[in-house]
């Protein structure tokens, strides 16, 4: 609508969008990002899939909002998944969009292998095979799917000197 919002994740409740307007971002103009399985949502604070040593610097979740097909979606913060919650042009949220990844912290959309479809980028500490991974969702015209994806490890090894 030409105005800029503003999508922010929060310690103690839902994320939420605030709206932007004539007037700017009004702190009283806001949507709750509400999609029925709360107790799954990772707060803004949530560094519990951080393990003890690398808590030092650490930070939560990301609040993230990736165009699909010209379409804006946030990112909610998932314990057990990611999550993708579309908004229309009229400020409405839609149904998200699942995927199979547990305590992811971020996302990033792009063509990585150039094929004209946008891939999915899902950081965080999934387990794959007994290895911490994060996950590529290589897209494709059916759309996104498990049995087109990729682990990526995402757990370096801590050297002591």
């Not at 709750?32 to 979740?61: C, F, H, M, Q, Y």
């Not at 699909?68 to 409405?92: I, Y």
Request: hydrophobic share 35%; proline share 7%; with cysteine.
């Amino acid at each position: 609508d030409g105005y800029a919002d503003l999508y922010a994740l929060f310690k103690d409740g839902p994320p939420r969008i605030y709206w932007g307007g004539p007037d700017g971002i009004d702190p009283d103009r806001y949507t709750e990002v509400r999609i029925g399985i709360e107790s799954d949502v990772l707060n803004a604070d949530d560094t519990g899939v951080v393990s003890k040593e690398e808590r030092v610097g650490a930070v939560g979740p990301l609040a993230r909002i990736i165009q699909l097909d010209g379409v804006p979606h946030l990112f909610v913060p998932s314990a057990k998944r990611g999550l993708l919650v579309p908004v229309d042009r009229s400020r409405n949220l839609g149904k998200p969009l699942v995927f199979d990844c547990a305590g992811m912290l971020s996302v990033a959309a792009g063509d990585i292998n150039g094929n004209g479809h946008t891939d999915l980028v899902f950081a965080g500490r999934d387990q794959n095979e007994g290895s911490e991974c994060s996950w590529i969702y290589w897209g494709c015209p059916d759309g996104f799917d498990t049995s087109r994806r990729t682990a990526v490890p995402s757990y370096l090894s801590l050297i002591h000197i």
